[in-house]
């Protein structure tokens, strides 16, 4: 195989913090949340149908009704209206407050070394809680809370494949691949 090791290095920009941040917000997205607001939003325009069509002898019951379906859409769209919008704000907080810094990296074909400003370390993949491979970075959870992240845009083709293939032989499992073609 290859004995010299991979060399990256970039500088992180915006655009790779924003990347970062949607992916890692996506990651930790609660689809039974998502489901659940559906269902319950869709209970609630259902019965203020019901209420409205049925039940109404009156003008202002036959609003509170209606205002019973407003709020049922709301509730069954928050997750596809106004959760996206709160999200994409969060993102755009998070990247406005990070430093953008130069970040080196090696790999080779047992273990990665990565080499900050203030940070150096050395990680047999072995040792990786798992590495994600998106559109357009590689997230590698090198434990629950510490995670790092490589733009893809800084890596050439043959490089790709040669750290798919580490990760691949290393990882198994533990090496997942989402919205790669």
């Known amino acids: 195989?290859?004995?010299?090791?991979?060399v990256i290095n970039y500088l992180v920009t915006k655009d790779d913090l924003y990347q970062f941040a949607s992916a890692w917000?996506?990651?930790r997205?609660?689809?039974?949340?998502r489901w659940c607001c559906r269902i319950i939003g869709l209970a609630v325009?259902?019965?203020?149908?019901?209420?409205?069509?049925?039940?109404?002898?009156?003008?202002?019951?036959?609003?509170?009704?209606?205002?019973?379906?407003?709020?049922?859409?709301?509730?069954?769209?928050?997750y596809?209206?106004?959760?996206?919008?709160?999200m994409k704000k969060k993102t755009a907080a998070y990247v406005n407050h990070q430093k953008c810094e130069s970040e080196t990296l090696f790999f080779n074909e047992t273990?990665?070394?990565?080499?900050?400003?203030?940070?150096?370390?050395?990680?047999?993949?072995?040792?990786l809680y798992l590495v994600k491979e998106t559109e357009h970075l590689y997230i590698i959870?090198?434990?629950m809370d510490h995670i790092r992240y490589v733009p893809k845009r800084?890596?050439?083709l043959q490089e790709r494949e040669r750290i798919n293939q580490y990760f691949k032989t290393e990882l198994k499992e533990n090496f997942k691949r989402e919205g790669v073609g």
């Open 29 to 33: 997205e609660n689809k039974v949340e």
């Open 80 to 86: 596809d209206t106004l959760h996206l919008y709160l």
């Open 111 to 127: 273990e990665m070394q990565i080499q900050l400003e203030n940070y150096q370390a050395i990680i047999p993949y072995k040792m």
């Open 154 to 156: 800084a890596l050439t």
């Open 141 to 143: 959870k090198i434990g």
């Open 45 to 78: 325009v259902i019965f203020g149908l019901i209420g409205a069509i049925f039940l109404t002898s009156f003008t202002l019951q036959r609003t509170i009704y209606l205002l019973l379906i407003f709020v049922g859409l709301a509730i069954g769209l928050f």
């Open 25 to 27: 917000i996506k990651e």
């Open 1 to 6: 195989m290859h004995n010299n090791p991979i």
